[in-house]
């Protein structure tokens, strides 16, 4: 059994969905970093990429995209495209949907976009532009996912979400690189009554960039 199917194994034991770790197992994760890395892609690690930015470890990942309670016909909004892989995971869930993923750094929106396109990713939408203000144009999203931490969730989010929609994001009051599982995973459902939160523990992120992101 290779690491691959050792961690889809390690997602099943512990509840993950079944239509997230079948994504998982069909998107590569070595199409979406650096060549000289991709002999780790398998490693349950964070893997540097470009422009400073880390591809989270695969178990983050599931966490988050598991309480997002994907479906195949969401509309789903991305802040922080990355590398684009959780984005292509994303896309494979929501196979009858459609994934827009917002990124601020230019560089990265390129690299995520030609990883999306070799791995024949064909409803996955990469924009360049500032993420925590949300993407208007497309709103209302099912689901609202940012993979960066941000101070605070943003009005916008909220505004742009659906009623009974999810939103996960790692929430922090403050950023260090020094400082460790500075952030508290936060998933929130949008009701007619309010916002009902939960917390899904510490977690550690590169910081959210843009109007509503940290000044670093």
């Known amino acids: 059994m290779n690491q691959k199917e050792l961690l889809a194994r390690k997602f099943r034991v512990e509840g993950i969905d079944e239509m997230v770790i079948a994504a998982f197992e069909k998107i590569r994760r070595e199409d979406f ?20 930015q880390t ?5 983050t990942i599931m966490v988050m ?3 997002l309670e994907l479906k195949e016909t969401d509309k789903v909004l991305e802040i922080g495209a990355g590398s684009g892989y959780n984005a292509a995971l994303m896309g494979a869930v929501c196979k009858k949907g459609k994934v827009i993923s917002i990124e601020y750094l230019r560089e990265l929106a390129n ?14 939408i990469v924009i360049r532009g500032d993420g925590t203000k949300g993407y208007p144009q497309e709103a209302p999203y099912d689901k609202i996912i940012c993979t960066a931490a941000i101070p605070r969730i943003p ?15 790692p929430v922090g009051p403050e950023y260090s690189k020094k400082m460790i599982n500075t952030q508290k995973m936060i998933k929130l459902k949008k009701t007619k009554k309010g916002n009902e939160a939960k917390d899904l523990g510490a ?5 959210a960039r843009g109007e509503y992101g940290y000044t670093i």
């Open 33 to 52: 970093i650096p060549e000289k890395d991709q002999k780790y892609a398998y490693e349950d690690s964070p893997i540097p990429i470009l422009a400073g």
């Open 155 to 169: 009005d916008e989010w909220l505004e742009q979400l659906r009623e009974n929609g999810i939103l996960v994001a």
């Open 203 to 207: 977690f550690s992120f590169v910081p």
């Open 55 to 59: 591809i989270s470890q695969p178990s």
């Open 65 to 67: 995209l598991n309480a």
């Open 111 to 124: 690299f995520a976009s030609g990883n999306l396109k070799k791995a024949g990713i064909g409803n996955v």
